[in-house]
Every structure is written in C-alpha cells, then in structure tokens.
Nanobody, 124 residues
C-alpha cells in the first residue's frame, strides 16, 4: 500500500523559506512520478512541482519557477520541496502525490496516491 506523509509546513513571513518533506513507502520510489500540489482556500488544487527519477523529468508551475526546488533522496524514499522567497499567495495546504503511470512532466490531479497535506501560511 502506497503511503505518503508530508511534514515541514508552518507559518513564515513573506520572503522567508520552508522545506517540505514527503516520506514515501509501499512502492518502488524511483519508478514513480512524485510531486507537490497545493490547494488554497476557495481555489482548485494545482500542481506545484513534480519529478520522475525514471526519466529525469521535472515540472514547475510558472508561479514558483526560480523560487521552489524539488529534490529527492532515493535512499530515504523522500522527496523535498525547498521553498524560498515565499509570498502570501503561496499560502495553501501542500500535498505530496505519486503515480506509477505518469512522468514528472505531468503534474496533474489525476495522480493516484496522495498524502494528507501540510499547511503553509505566509504572512505579509
């Protein structure tokens, strides 16, 4: 059974940084696409950044390019999202998700496995 657990969320001032972690289990980590999504109040969930060790592909939403970096430690089955220069509009619940069929280029809500999310709040 695929299991994804996010951590690292919190409250930070605008311009600050946070690093989110997603501990994964129950699947062969480097054969799946895995990534980060977020949902702000009143908005649809959107893909933030995804990656796939299988083909080296990555995706970043335009709104986070140059500020966020996705990375993984395959030995620890963990994926990270380093978030720098945070803005109030980054406030959302951040979810980790994984899927065996897609590559990292496809950071879409159709991923089949989801964590419960971690809250990120950026104050102005």
């Amino acid at each position: 059974e695929v299991h994804l657990v996010e951590s690292g969320g919190g409250l930070v001032q605008a311009g600050g940084s946070l690093r989110l972690s997603c501990a994964a289990s129950g699947f062969t980590f480097d054969t799946y696409a895995i990534g980060w999504f977020r949902q702000a109040p009143g908005k649809e969930r959107e893909g933030v950044s995804c990656m796939s060790s299988r083909d080296g592909s990555t995706y970043y939403a335009d709104s986070v390019k140059g500020r966020f970096t996705i990375s993984s430690d395959n030995a620890k089955n963990t994926v990270y999202l380093q978030m720098n220069n945070l803005k109030p509009e980054d406030t959302a619940v951040y979810y980790c998700a994984a899927d065996e069929y897609y590559t990292g280029r496809y950071c879409i809500n159709e991923y089949g496995n989801w964590g419960r999310g971690t809250q990120v709040t950026v104050s102005s």
